[in-house]
């Protein structure tokens, strides 16, 4: 069974640009998690999607936005872009309230962003 | 206010000796709690999970209640320890609640 795919693996940006990021679950998963991990500041939650729905979301600024697509999939936006946002960004995917639902979370390999 | 604390941001010790990466957390009801661990160039992956109660590469967590801590040990650090560990909890309305995380390197 394929896991959480992310794409792109690596992306170069320049500040006040646009960043998209995207994410594939496991099939079945329908909760969609975004993490942003800083050089030295671990895991920082940005956003959480079950249903299509926003669920809770992070202590970070308007500009960073997402979405969750009918088939699950989700993909998070990262506005007017800062020298700061550059970090790893994890998406996980987990059976949330579901048969099955062992709180687990599965993380993808992340997408690095670069911002210059 | 729910809450996990990993006082440890680093935690160094040789191959061989007792690991314990301590883990606190602040929750008024029953919580359930994780840990999380990320090797170099790997993916983040779930080590254990108190419930299911096991020992998973020679790990174990005991859910102190009292104490309100959810510490992870291992009798004797190997080298393919080194990582980085995270504790986490879910609580009401499955809200995951991370730890800052406790880097783990194992001298040889």
């Known amino acids: 069974e394929a896991g959480v795919t992310q794409s792109p693996t690596h992306l170069i940006k320049t500040r006040g640009q646009q960043a998209t990021l995207r994410c594939s679950p496991i099939?079945?998963?329908?909760?969609v998690y975004w993490y942003q991990q800083a050089l030295g500041l671990g895991l920082q939650f940005l956003l959480w999607y079950d249903e299509g729905e926003e669920r809770n979301r992070g202590n970070f600024p308007p500009r960073f936005s997402g979405r969750q697509f009918p088939n699950y999939s989700s993909e998070l936006n990262v506005n007017a872009l800062e020298l700061e946002d550059s970090a790893l960004y994890l998406c996980a995917s987990s059976l949330i309230g579901l048969a099955g639902d062992t709180g687990e979370l599965f993380f993808g390999e992340g997408s690095r962003l670069t911002v210059l | 206010a729910q809450r996990v604390t990993q006082p440890e941001k680093l935690l160094s010790v040789f191959k061989g000796a007792p690991v314990e990466l301590k883990c606190n957390y602040s929750?008024?009801?029953?919580?359930?709690l994780f840990w999380y661990v990320q090797y170099s160039r790997q993916r983040l992956q779930l080590l254990l999970r108190?419930?299911?109660?096991?020992s998973i590469k020679g790990f174990t967590a005991d859910l102190n209640k009292g104490e309100t801590s959810f510490h992870l040990k291992k009798p004797f650090a190997q080298e393919e320890d080194s990582a980085m560990y995270y504790c986490a909890l879910r609580g009401i309305n499955y809200q995951l609640i991370w730890g800052a995380g406790t880097k783990l390197i194992i001298k040889p």
């Open positions: 108190h419930i299911s109660r096991e």
């Open positions: 929750y008024s009801g029953s919580p359930e």
């Open positions: 099939s079945g998963h329908t909760s």
